[in-house]
């Protein structure tokens, strides 16, 4: 079965400092590759996905994720973070053999003003 | 466009009871995929509904069932509800299936006493 790691559970920055959440999955295959964010009291929205084509994904508010197939992962990055983006990320892969969508348990994020 | 709504947005039940959840997806979807979110384990797959049909379905008890209407409005039920089932409970739509691309609603929160 798919697995999916998110490695920083928690991350502290402060405004203007780069960003990367890694995210790891454990099965090969064709994948779908997803991050979603959940701002505090919203609900979860998508920040980017990748299907296929261009491994370098740019999504909403700045931020992008690069898919290295040969190392199983979609790390994403922001290069100068702000205080609107606390929040809690979660990354979340479908394919590999399976439809059901694995999620990470999710990074949290606090941006320091 | 109106977003994907849940009903009620909190309920507390007692072990033993059953309960059901509500999800009116975006207009024009016919996939509802349900999940379950609690800090230990993240978010869990449930399973997802498409033209009223079960098309797949996470590693859940029986207890937890489902269903989808003509107009794509779904349902989730829980029976014998146990403490462990308190979690926040989200809807996700999408319009093709297959959880691809999906968009998700504010959940319902449940505890169980």
């Known amino acids: 079965a798919q697995s999916v790691s998110q490695h920083n559970h928690h991350v502290i920055l402060s405004e203007a400092a780069s960003l990367e959440l890694g995210c790891n999955y454990s099965?090969?295959?064709?994948?779908?590759l997803f991050w979603y964010v959940q701002y505090p009291g919203q609900h979860l929205q998508l920040l980017l996905k990748?299907?296929?084509?261009?491994?370098l994904v740019k999504g909403i508010k700045g931020f992008e994720a690069e898919f290295i197939k040969s190392k199983f992962s979609f790390n994403l990055r922001k290069p100068s973070v702000q205080w609107s983006d606390t929040a809690e990320y979660f990354c979340?892969?479908?394919?590999?053999?399976?439809?059901?969508?694995?999620f990470g348990r999710g990074t949290s994020l606090i941006v320091h003003p | 466009k109106a977003g994907v709504t849940q009903t009620p947005r909190y309920l507390i039940k007692t072990r033993g009871q059953q309960v059901t959840l509500s999800c009116s997806p975006i207009?024009?979807?016919?996939?509802v995929s349900w999940y379950q979110q609690t800090p230990g384990q993240g978010l869990q797959f449930l399973f997802e509904?498409?033209?009223?049909?079960?098309?797949n379905k996470g590693n859940f008890p029986g207890r937890f069932s489902g269903r989808q209407f003509s107009n794509s409005r779904s349902e989730m039920n829980v029976s014998t509800l146990e403490l462990g089932d308190s979690a926040l409970y989200l809807c996700?739509?999408?319009?093709?299936?297959?959880?691809?691309?999906?968009?998700f609603g504010p959940g319902t929160r449940l505890t169980v006493t």
């Open positions: 990748y299907f296929s084509g261009d491994p």
């Open positions: 509904y498409f033209s009223e049909t079960q098309r």
């Open positions: 207009s024009g979807h016919r996939s």
């Open positions: 996700a739509s999408s319009l093709m299936g297959g959880s691809v691309e999906q968009y």
């Open positions: 099965y090969g295959g064709t994948v779908n």
């Open positions: 979340a892969v479908k394919g590999g053999g399976s439809y059901i969508p694995t």
